[in-house]
């Protein structure tokens, strides 16, 4: 997995598309960029492939389209958050599905295997800390790039 070189104060900024100086100087005080996810969400269209658009406390947050089925997998050390932005989720539990519809959240907690699975396009945000694999498995999971 590669990984983003840290910029001091950029926990802050995340990849709002500033340089490394100007990103020194918010966390100083300076004015932060607004992130817009549309925008964002439009600037690629491969599927299942998280993009990293903003950074705090050790945690990414990222966009990402899906559709389809996503692999069965569960995170050991982590709880797995999606938000829908745009279209209808399933997560599929071993004991039932979740259904979500644009501005709805569910929080997988750790341990628990899961898929997702989007009938049409969806938009999700995700929120984890940086570095956890989107399959649970560093060998299998998608690159994440700043967006």
Known sequence: MVKA????????????GSSA???QGASRGGIIPVVNLESKLKRFSEQW???IVASYNGNDVMVVKVKGEFVWHSHPDTDDFFLV???????QLRDGDVHLGPGELYVVPRGIEHRPVAEEEVHLLLIEPAGTPNTG????AAVKGFI
């Open 85 to 91: 932005l745009k279209g209808r989720l399933t997560i």
């Open 137 to 140: 498995d560093h060998a299998t």
């Open 21 to 23: 100086a100007s990103r």
């Open 5 to 16: 070189p840290h910029v001091p104060g950029s926990e802050i900024w995340g990849a709002a």
């Open 49 to 51: 492939s998280p993009k």
